[in-house]
């Protein structure tokens, strides 16, 4: 009995092995083939120079101040139309609400739906403190060992200068768009984008615009960064989380320290919060994620593929390795963040108010609602008050990799980074382009800009640069995207 229930096991675990073999090696390669385009014939140190040439202009955007830089984007305004005189000379201009820029190339074919392509004009500041962390001044837009430096080189003036070089390129070249092209540029993308891109999006709206497709800035193109792939990864946004911010407060009489209660403000409040971040909202490797690892699996070597491209049975496994990494645990879950905490001003005073926030970045396919239900069940003191923020948002909606305009990226990237494989991916963090569902449905969210592991602290930190030589790709992305999507008649 014992030799037939082994040999059954047995039996089992061959078919097992057999079929993860089978099912490794039939999984076929999701790559289009396209030849590589011939290498844009451009002055890369004169177009370093010009974007070099906009970082002194301190385009940070403040959520309180509105106004505080207007100096600074109206000299940036007046940069660009000096640096770019064909694309003055050819394009409308509008400036939206305060100083977000609205350009439009009209297209050949008045019956063709329109693109866009996004980029913002402000940027973060340097963390006080911080600025002898840096190996060049951070807003002198210095050129050094081949690289451009400064705040802004990376998010976002390089992808807005990369897209006014290529339509700069084109016009000189006689080049006209079949479809209308949309170039927006938001002033305050960097707190909520409420005051540029939103009002851009429903001017559009309201002349009844409705676009075939929108680009922003969004993922990168990974070299060395994803284990098991020899090759850079080129990963294309088809969605971006929500933002869930909710405060919280707990509320009881104050007192001396030398005669304290059994539960404190800072106790209850503490307790609460460790229940909260111990139960995390369930993850998966599905959606936009699950897209975005069957994509990679076979380009990938060893047992990563064999791994990815079993998901049936290896799915568990898996996604408990990849919650190890905050990076990989962001794609699959909505994300629990404890950011602010408050209480007390004397050390011999309880005191009677304890206050925290608590941020959620929202994975498609829950809600809102749903997390904040979530919250509330996880946080087990009705006692603690609950406001949310009012700039919460929804997750996007998820753009499809039938569109036309993904097909659109992902030839472009695989003709100007032939070496690298290109796969749909999520979007942890918020940009400008949420606010475009209203008039297109189909939006994606990508940089053309290489990075490796040690790169990736440069955005919104310190010493941020870009390379002169992927600066050029850059630019040549941005070309080649619009001679493929809007060919002349």
Do not use: C
Request: no cysteine.
């Amino acid at each position: 009995m014992i030799k037939r229930v082994f040999l059954a096991l047995l039996l089992v675990l061959v078919a097992l092995a057999a079929a993860v073999a089978v099912n490794t090696l039939r999984t076929p390669s999701r790559q289009v083939a396209v030849a590589p385009a011939p290498r844009l014939a451009i002055d890369a140190q004169a177009a370093a120079k010009r974007l070099a040439g906009a970082i002194p202009m301190r385009t940070v955007s403040s959520f309180d101040d509105a106004k505080g830089n207007d100096a600074e984007f109206d000299k940036l305004h007046a940069y660009l139309a000096q640096q770019f005189p064909k694309v003055h000379a050819t394009l409308k201009k509008e400036v939206v609400g305060q100083k977000a820029l609205l350009y439009t190339w009209p297209g050949t074919d008045p019956a063709a739906k329109p693109i866009a392509l996004m980029a913002h004009q402000d940027m973060v500041p340097i963390a006080p403190g911080t600025e002898k962390a840096w190996t060049v001044d951070p807003f002198a837009g210095e050129i050094r060992d081949g690289y451009i430096w400064g705040r802004g080189t990376l998010d976002n003036k390089s992808n807005l200068f990369a897209q006014m070089e290529a339509v700069e390129l084109l016009i000189g070249s006689g080049f006209q768009p079949k479809q209308t092209v949309y170039l927006v540029m938001g002033d305050d993308e960097e707190v909520g984008g409420l005051r540029g891109a939103r009002p851009i999006a429903e001017l559009l709206k309201s002349r009844g615009v409705e676009l075939d497709w929108v680009l922003d800035e969004g993922l990168l193109v990974l070299d060395g960064v994803l284990p098991g792939l020899g090759k850079p990864a080129a990963l294309i946004g088809l969605a971006e989380k929500g933002y869930a911010t909710f405060f919280l407060s707990f509320d009881t009489a104050p007192g001396h320290s030398s005669m304290p209660p059994q539960h404190s403000a800072i106790g209850s409040m503490s307790a609460a919060l460790a229940r909260l971040e111990a139960n995390q909202m369930p993850g998966a490797i599905q959606g936009v994620a699950g897209e975005m690892f069957g994509t990679l699996a076979p380009e990938m070597g060893g047992i990563n593929r064999v791994m990815l491209s079993n998901l049936w049975l290896t799915g568990p496994l898996v996604a408990g390795q990849l919650a190890k990494s905050p990076s990989s645990n962001a794609m699959l879950r909505t994300t629990t963040a404890l950011t602010i905490v408050r209480a007390g001003n004397k050390d011999n005073v309880l005191p009677g108010r304890a206050e925290a926030a608590v941020n959620f970045r929202v994975l498609p396919g829950d809600t809102l609602a749903s997390v904040e239900a979530h919250l509330r069940k996880s946080l087990g003191n009705d006692a603690i008050q609950v406001k949310a923020y009012p700039g919460n948002s929804e997750p996007s909606p998820v753009s499809s990799i039938d569109s036309t305009g993904y097909r659109a990226v992902q030839q472009a990237v695989r003709q100007v980074f032939p070496d690298a494989v290109v796969a749909p991916g999520l979007m942890t963090a918020a940009t400008d382009s949420r606010h475009f569902s209203l008039v297109s449905r189909a939006v994606f969210r990508f940089s053309p800009i290489r990075v490796k592991s040690e790169d990736l602290p440069r955005f919104h930190g310190n010493n941020e640069r870009v390379s002169i030589a992927n600066y050029a790709e850059m630019i040549g992305f941005y070309h080649q995207l619009l001679r493929n999507t809007a060919q002349p008649d």
